[in-house]
C-alpha cells in the first residue's frame, strides 16, 4: 500500500492520540471526532489527487487549491461545522471535492428525522432523542434539531419517497390478488390503497389516492393510476374488498363484468352481528361459520338463504343484508380453493394489517392541513409497513390460484360468445 492510501485511510497520529483522549471525557465525543478527522483526511486526499502535491506543477493537475471554507456535514445527531479545501478548476469554476458530496449526499440527519418520526417521536423531542442530555456533544444553534426543521425535513423525504414510489413501475410484478379499502383522515378527507399478493406469495404496497369520499370516482382514479403504471387488465386476478359498491363497480368497469371479487368475508360477519340482539349472536356466527367452511358454493349458499329466511319475518333489514352480495361473498369457494388459501383470501386483514400502521404512525398528527400532507404521511407510513410484510401463509397453494382464475375467465368468455352468437 503505497503512502497516500495509508494517510487517508488512517488519521495521523497526532489526531488519533487527540480523538483517544476525547474517550475518556465522552464515546459520543470520541466517535464524533474520530469522523470528523477521518472525513478531513479524505478530503486531504481528494485535494492532492485532483490538484497534486501543494506547489506543484503539472499538466495532470485538474484544478488548484482555493483556500478553504466552512461547511455543515448532517449526522444523525444534528449538523457539524467542518472547514473543508475549495478548488478551482482551470476554467475558473469551482471544482467538486468527491468525499465532501458524498458526505452531503447521504443526508444522515434527513433520514434519521423520518425514522423518528415514524415510530412515534415527536418533532419537539427529536434533539432528545438524537443527544443524550448527559452528554457533552453540544446542539448549537443551526445544527438542525429544532422541530421546524425536523419537520422540513420530514416533509422533502417523504414527499420525495411518495413520487418516487407512485410512478414505479408494476409490470414486472406477477400480481395474483390485490385488496383495495379506504381509510378515513378527516370528515371530508379518505385515502384509497391498494396492496398486492404476487404468485410467489410476497405483498407489495400499490398505489395510494385521495378522494372527498369512498366513490366510484375516487377508486377509480387509483385504478387508472395503477393500470398506467403497468398492471395489465387483461391478466385475471382476485380482488378482495370490504364491500363497498363504488369498488365493485370501479373494478368491473376496468378489468371486466366477469372479474373474480370476494367481499371480506369478517366484515360481513360483524355488520349482521351489529345489528342484532345479543341473544341471537351466538345461534347466527355458528351458522356463518359452517357457511364459510363449506367447500360448495351451492351448499353454504342455500344455508345463508335458510338464515335470511329465518330472519325475515323479525329482522327482515338484516336479512336482505344477508342476502345483499352473496355472489361476491362466495367468490373464494365458488372458485374451488383449497381450505387454507380460502381462509387467507376470504378477508381484507391483510390491508386492514397496514391501515393500523398508518394509523400508528400518524397517531401524533393533531390536525390534517391538506390532503397533500395526510398522502405523504401515509405513503411514508405503507411503505414502514412494508418491512414487516411476510409472505401469504398458504403461499405454497398460490398455483391453484391461477389455475381456478385462469379456468373462471376462459369459462366465462365462452358463455359471452355463446350469447352473441344466439344473439345473432
Known amino acids: 500500500m503505497n503512502k497516500v492510501t495509508t494517510s487517508t485511510a488512517v488519521p495521523t497520529r497526532a489526531l488519533k492520540l487527540e480523538a483517544l483522549s476525547n474517550i475518556f471525557a465522552s464515546f459520543e465525543s470520541f466517535c464524533l471526532a474520530s469522523g470528523v478527522e477521518a472525513l478531513r483526511e479524505m478530503m486531504d486526499h481528494d485535494a492532492r489527487a485532483i490538484c497534486g502535491p501543494r506547489h506543484a506543477r503539472g499538466r495532470e493537475r485538474q484544478a488548484h487549491r482555493w483556500g478553504k471554507t466552512n461547511g455543515k456535514i448532517a449526522f444523525h445527531g444534528g449538523k457539524v461545522d467542518i472547514a473543508r479545501p475549495r478548488l478551482r478548476g482551470f476554467d475558473g469554476k469551482e471544482h467538486p471535492v468527491p468525499s465532501w458530496e458524498a458526505a452531503v449526499a447521504e443526508d444522515w440527519l434527513g433520514k434519521w428525522a423520518m425514522n423518528q418520526m415514524l415510530i412515534n417521536v415527536a418533532t419537539r423531542k427529536f434533539a432528545r432523542s438524537v443527544r443524550l442530555p448527559e452528554g457533552d456533544v453540544p446542539a448549537r444553534p443551526g445544527a438542525g434539531l429544532t422541530k421546524s426543521a425536523v419537520s422540513r425535513r420530514f416533509v422533502a423525504l417523504s414527499a420525495a419517497r411518495m413520487k418516487e414510489w407512485l410512478a414505479s413501475d408494476l409490470s414486472g410484478l406477477d400480481l395474483l390478488v390485490i385488496q383495495i379499502d379506504g381509510i378515513h383522515m378527516d370528515e371530508d378527507l379518505i385515502l384509497v390503497a391498494a396492496i398486492g399478493v404476487d404468485a410467489k ?10 378522494g372527498a ?38 373494478i368491473r ?3 371486466g363484468r366477469t372479474a373474480a371479487i370476494q367481499r371480506c368475508q369478517v366484515h360481513k360477519a360483524r355488520n349482521i352481528m351489529e345489528r342484532l340482539p345479543k341473544a341471537l349472536h351466538a345461534s347466527v356466527r355458528r351458522v356463518l361459520r359452517q357457511a364459510w367452511e363449506l367447500d360448495d358454493a351451492g351448499k353454504a349458499e342455500k344455508l345463508l338463504r335458510n338464515l335470511a329466511q329465518r330472519l325475515e ?11 345483499e352480495g352473496i355472489d361476491e361473498i362466495l367468490t373464494v369457494t365458488r372458485l374451488g380453493l383449497p381450505k387454507e ?12 394489517n397496514v391501515m393500523g400502521t398508518v394509523r400508528r404512525v400518524c397517531r401524533n398528527v393533531k390536525r390534517w392541513r391538506s390532503a397533500s400532507m395526510a398522502m405523504r404521511w401515509t405513503a411514508a407510513a405503507m411503505q414502514e409497513a412494508a418491512k ?8 405454497k397453494q398460490l398455483p391453484a390460484l391461477r389455475a381456478a382464475l385462469d379456468a373462471n375467465q376462459n369459462k366465462n368468455s365462452h358463455g359471452v360468445l355463446a350469447r352473441q352468437a344466439n344473439a345473432a
Open 388 to 395: 414487516g410484510f411476510r409472505r401469504l401463509k398458504a403461499h
Open 313 to 323: 319475518r323479525d329482522w327482515s333489514g338484516v336479512a336482505s343484508s344477508i342476502l
Open 253 to 255: 368497469r376496468t378489468f
Open 341 to 352: 388459501l380460502r381462509r387467507s383470501l376470504a378477508c381484507t386483514n391483510m390491508i386492514e
Open 213 to 250: 369520499t369512498e366513490n366510484a370516482a375516487t377508486v377509480q382514479a387509483l385504478i387508472d393510476n395503477l393500470v398506467e403504471r403497468g398492471l395489465d387488465p387483461a391478466v385475471p386476478r382476485l380482488f378482495i374488498i370490504d364491500g363497498a359498491k363504488a369498488l365493485s363497480k370501479a
Open 201 to 210: 406469495g410476497d405483498k407489495h404496497p400499490l398505489g395510494l389516492i385521495e
